[in-house]
Structures are given as C-alpha cells and as structure tokens.
C-alpha cells in the first residue's frame, strides 16, 4: 500500500508565499518522478501539470509557474516540496502531489492553495 499526504495548503495573499509538503509511505516499484499537479475548484478539465522533479534531480516546471515556483525533494525521507512565491489569483486550485512509477502513479488526496485579497 502506498500512501501520500499533503500539508502546506491555505489562503495567501497575491504576491504572498505557501509551501507545499508531500509525504509518501509504503512500497514504491520503479518511481522516476515527482511532481505537483493542479485543477481549479469546479473545473471538470483534467489536472494540469505544475512541476516535476525526477529521480536524479532534473526540474520541469510549466510556463505559468517558472521562476516563482520551487520543486525539491528529500528522498531519505520520501518527501517532495513545492515552494510557492509571488503567488497569483490564477494560482487557486486543489494542488495534488503525484509520484509516477513505471505503469502506475501514486496521487494524494489533495490540498487547497486560494490566493485572494
């Protein structure tokens, strides 16, 4: 069984920062990346890719985020951040954390970012 938790969620200010924190348990099989996903509160559009981070280190991150956005991750503790900067109105969504695998990926249940004034 595998199992993924995320913390760091909440209301943020535009211009203001959060951090994000993923951690994962159990049994993983030939995981190569891990990243940070997002969809906007009654969007039926399938999540859209945030940031990723492979297993050797190499950040991706989409265009909407670069430069303000942070991925990293700790793999003696199984966990994988995202640091949050500059956030902007656009930025609302149910962030989730992903750990992709050869044949499966691994979701977890999902934490809110709203930025608003």
């Known amino acids: 069984q595998v199992r993924l938790v995320e913390s760091g969620g909440g209301l943020a200010q535009p211009g203001g920062s959060l951090s994000l924190s993923c951690e994962a348990s159990g049994s993983f099989f030939s995981v190569y990346a891990m990243g940070w996903f997002r969809q906007g509160a009654g969007h039926q559009r399938e999540r859209e890719m945030v940031?990723?981070?492979?297993?050797?280190?190499?950040?991706k991150y989409a265009d909407s985020v670069l430069g303000r956005f942070t991925i990293s991750k700790d793999d003696d503790t199984n966990t994988v951040k995202l640091q949050m900067d500059n956030l902007k109105p656009e930025d609302t969504a149910m962030y989730y954390c992903c750990f992709q695998a050869t044949g499966q990926n691994y979701w977890g249940q999902g934490t809110q970012v709203t930025v608003s004034s």
């Open positions: 940031a990723t981070i492979t297993i050797d280190d190499r950040p």
